[in-house]
């Protein structure tokens, strides 16, 4: 399974921007809708955004749609994802994971793995 390696995150404010990046280092990375998900204290991981093997097909939470923007670079292995108009509630631990099936429609937990180490966003007022 691929291995997937998270940067970016950390301390914004209510109404800020933050950018998230999930990076592979091998080109199985090619194979898997790249998904993230979030987890914020006493919570259970809620799905945030999916993006296709090719990039061309997206989907959002409606927690985060039109305000968070999912893609992907085949060519560097890597997925960002843009996260602009913060609010409180999206403070969490973020993790991407390859969808171990392909089921782009699907926002069951149990079709990811292969996870990233987790990021911290923190968003204040």
């Known amino acids: 399974q691929v291995q997937l390696v998270q940067s970016g995150g950390g301390p914004a404010q209510v109404a800020g921007s933050l950018r998230l990046s999930c990076t592979a280092h091998?080109?199985?990375?090619?194979?898997?809708?790249i998904g993230w998900w979030r987890q914020a204290p006493g919570k259970e991981r809620e799905f945030v955004a999916v993006?296709?093997?090719?990039?061309?097909?997206?989907h959002y939470s409606d927690a985060v749609k039109d305000r968070f923007t999912i893609s992907r670079d085949n060519a560097n292995l890597e997925v960002h994802l843009e996260m602009n108009s913060l609010q409180v509630d999206d403070t969490a631990v973020y993790y991407c994971?390859?969808?171990?099936?392909?089921?782009?429609?699907?926002?069951?937990?149990?079709?990811?793995?292969?996870w990233g180490q987790g990021t911290q966003v923190t968003v204040s007022s």
């Open positions: 994971g390859a969808q171990l099936k392909n089921a782009i429609g699907s926002r069951s937990l149990a079709d990811f793995g292969s």
């Open positions: 091998d080109t199985s990375f090619k194979m898997y809708n």
């Open positions: 993006v296709s093997r090719s990039g061309r097909i997206t």
